[in-house]
């Protein structure tokens, strides 16, 4: 018994420095968008490796606990919940490297300013890291209280994703050169906004370990 306690542990400890990861990589991603750092993108390009060997790593590992150790009841959820959230925390990862490619390409760098505020990116990303940084909170301490606050932060993104729609559209009408960036544009915010459905997943699976209930909130997520 003591033996799988120190195994659950380190598993746990493992996907902490995986969060940790995770988190710096979209901070930033937002440091680089927001201030056209090239050499800060080009070093989230490069770190996304490591999120990748944290991913295989902690999956085979939790593989051989259920093997070793047949863990049943809270257990068991723990790690069904642990191998859904590393491959969710993989996900954000390549998101943030997408964000740090659009800054590498430097090809849309047009768009006026003024824009870029309406769109509210900045707010988006500290959305973003509030959820995820609530989330490995909500895991450490077993607190599933948070979940409805983390849950409604989601709701908040979707609607700075919907409003971008209608900003981006009446910029490309006003001047259709812009069409190529715009679009470009849309599809970051558009990484944004699966993002926070990513988190939104995470949060479900600590309630799923921790209370044993399971959340449907009606979105697939990619």
């Not at 944290?54 to 009841?73: G, H, M, Q, R, T």
């Not at 932060?153 to 190529?180: F, G, Q, V, W």
């Amino acid at each position: 018994m003591i033996h799988t306690e120190k195994e659950l542990q380190y598993l746990k400890e493992e996907v902490n420095e995986m969060w940790k990861l995770a988190l710096s990589q979209l901070e930033k991603s937002k440091q680089a968008l927001l201030t056209g750092d090239f050499e800060l993108a080009r070093e989230i390009v490069s770190r996304e490796k490591r999120v990748d060997a944290f991913e295989l790593k902690i999956e085979s590992d939790c593989e051989n606990y259920i093997a070793l150790y047949s863990p049943v009841a809270v257990d068991l959820r723990l790690v069904l919940s642990l191998i859904k959230i590393i491959i969710t925390l993989e996900r954000i990862g390549d998101f943030a490297e997408g964000i740090a490619r659009h800054v590498i390409d430097d090809d849309c760098n047009k768009i006026d300013t003024r824009v870029i505020e309406e769109l509210q990116i900045e707010k988006m990303f500290d959305t973003l890291l509030t959820m995820l940084s609530d989330c490995f909170v909500a895991l450490e301490t077993e607190n599933t209280r948070v979940s409805g606050k983390i849950l409604s932060k989601d709701d908040e993104i979707d609607t700075l994703y919907r409003n971008s729609l209608a900003i981006l559209t009446r910029c490309m009408e006003n001047d259709p050169k812009l069409i190529h960036c715009g679009l470009k544009l849309l599809l970051l915010i558009r990484k944004l906004e699966r993002i926070g459905d990513h988190c939104s997943n995470i949060m479900e699976e600590i309630v799923f370990y921790v209370d044993a209930k399971v959340l449907k909130h009606g979105k697939q997520t990619e």
